[in-house]
């Protein structure tokens, strides 16, 4: 696993060994995600929802995003994420670009509704390929509070990865679904926020 570009191109990431629980993104889906943004995650406010390793975040600051929030439940993920921001010698700097949460996904959500936080893009990968019951609870939980808070910017964009045979809706609220790319089994739908 490594930053495919930006800044810390290059740089390899570290991933925890025999933890069942964490399935990082793939290179190609997340080369694939951030040729779809292209500009728009230059100066954006950027949430890598269900964090796991970080390197959706990080490659996120390495492609120019204003500022991070990393929110992940496990505390050894929270380890690893710190490990990979030392890699690209973010923790050097001042906590200004980033900033860790260690929540679980609902309780991070309601965490920054309540603290008027927004973001014009939301990565969310709950563990959907290891832990499917978890993992469709997740969605069913997380997508309606999605839009129903002041979390995703109107015209922001919420990424959703998941399985090929987890059907998304069209339609969730104030989230309008308006791709999906698919590779292999991995599917990430994108919903607009829309009034």
Do not use: W
């Not at 959500?109 to 390929?129: A, H, N, Q, W």
């Not at 679904?177 to 739908?189: K, P």
Request: net charge positive; proline share 4%; glycine share 8%.
């Amino acid at each position: 696993m490594r930053v495919i570009a930006g800044t810390f191109r290059g740089r390899r990431l570290a991933a925890p060994k025999g933890n069942r629980l964490v399935r990082p993104t793939a290179d190609r889906v997340k080369e694939s995600v951030f040729s779809i943004l292209q500009r728009r995650i230059v100066d954006a406010n950027f949430l890598d929802l269900c964090a796991g390793t970080g390197s959706m975040g990080i490659e996120a600051l390495s492609r120019g995003a204003k500022h991070v929030t990393f929110l992940e439940r496990s505390p050894r993920c929270i380890e690893i994420i710190e490990r990979n921001l030392r890699t690209c010698d973010l923790l050097t700097e001042s906590h200004a670009r980033y900033h860790l949460l260690r929540r679980d996904a609902v309780k991070g959500i309601m965490y920054l509704c309540k603290r008027s936080t927004v973001f014009e893009i939301i990565y969310f990968d709950p563990p959907y390929g290891i832990d499917l019951a978890r993992g469709s609870q997740l969605y069913t939980t997380c997508l309606p509070l999605l839009a129903k808070g002041s979390l995703l910017c109107l015209g922001g964009i919420l990424l959703l990865e998941h399985a090929k045979r987890h059907v998304m809706p069209e339609e969730v609220g104030s989230l309008r679904r308006s791709r999906q790319a698919r590779y292999g089994d991995t599917v990430v739908s994108f919903y607009e926020k829309n009034l």
